[in-house]
């Protein structure tokens, strides 16, 4: 009886093993999905970059300025 409650705990810890590596991999793909995400935006959109970094080097100067 305690070899096979063992070895449905061995089962057990192997389980939440492999779990726990597919979300850690889930959690790697979906950052590798969101840095793409990014980088296509700034592909598609360099406009609104340009802009963003347009403003913040309007506020920078504006401050040394004064």
Same mark, same amino acid.
């Given at each position: #009886?305690?070899?096979e409650? %063992?070895?449905?705990r #061995?089962?057990?810890? !192997?389980?939440? #093993?492999?779990?726990?590596?597919?979300?850690? !991999?889930? #959690?790697?793909? %979906? $950052?590798?999905r969101a840095?793409?995400?990014? /980088?296509?935006?700034? !592909?598609f /959109?360099?406009?609104? !970059?340009l802009? $963003?970094?347009?403003?913040?080097?309007?506020?920078?100067m504006?401050?040394?300025?004064?």
């Amino acid at each position: #009886k305690q070899q096979e409650e %063992n070895a449905a705990r #061995k089962r057990s810890v !192997e389980d939440l #093993k492999r779990e726990l590596e597919r979300l850690e !991999e889930l #959690k790697r793909l %979906n $950052s590798a999905r969101a840095r793409l995400q990014v /980088y296509d935006e700034g !592909e598609f /959109y360099p406009e609104h !970059e340009l802009k $963003s970094q347009n403003t913040e080097l309007s506020t920078v100067m504006q401050a040394t300025n004064q």
